[in-house]
């Protein structure tokens, strides 16, 4: 009984960027994550092959640099401070608010909203639970906050991620091309941001991708090979051009 009571105590509060998660948990490279992300773009198809992996640089590499410009500490304490005081209002509404299931947080412009799921931060916490670790409820908060912070950022002050980087071309009619943008550069861009905010060693779209295998039913060694056949897949893709 005393040994079951020492080994519940013994699972210490860790903080996300502390957990070494492809020690637990199969991974794939970031860009690779990035590119499942750009491939659900509706004008994906348009995009030139050979400049797949130079996009997708630039997406997390603009994430990564607007989150040094916002000189805040990995504090989870701080970083909801830092929101609030800007004049954002932070909620946690029930899934019963919320239309599409499977989105984690929102942001809204008017008033300035960030709209945290409290199914989302159940799953995480379970999730890492599971793998081992007592994670504290403020930093899964954080992690949510964080990628919409981004987007407050993008609508209020820097303008949106997608129209600062290579549109796609596609065609109208006949010879005529008009310019699209690739939305979901600024989602590549978001995670970047929440990433190197919160000093994370690992992509939150990694999270993504792991619950929703995790979600289908899939075991470890699964996603172990479904991880492997994605890296292969990509790699050609991912390379750089000469
Ligand atoms: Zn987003």
Redesign the pocket.
Known sequence: MSTRYSSMNSKRSVSLHEIALERWWPTLPTPVLALLELEQDPFYSFLDERKVSDIIDEALYYGKQQAKKMEVSRSPTQIINQVIHSGIRIRFPPKETQQNHTIR?Q?RTTPPTIDVYRHSLQELLHFFQKTGFKVPQEEIITLHVV??W??HMESSHWGRTDLKLPKVSVPLWGPIYKHRPLKRL??IA??SFTQEIMELPWSPLLLDHLLLLIQHGQSKQQIRDHFTHLNVKYQMLLSPKK
């Open positions: 947080a942001y990628h919409e981004f987007h600024r989602e978001a995670h």
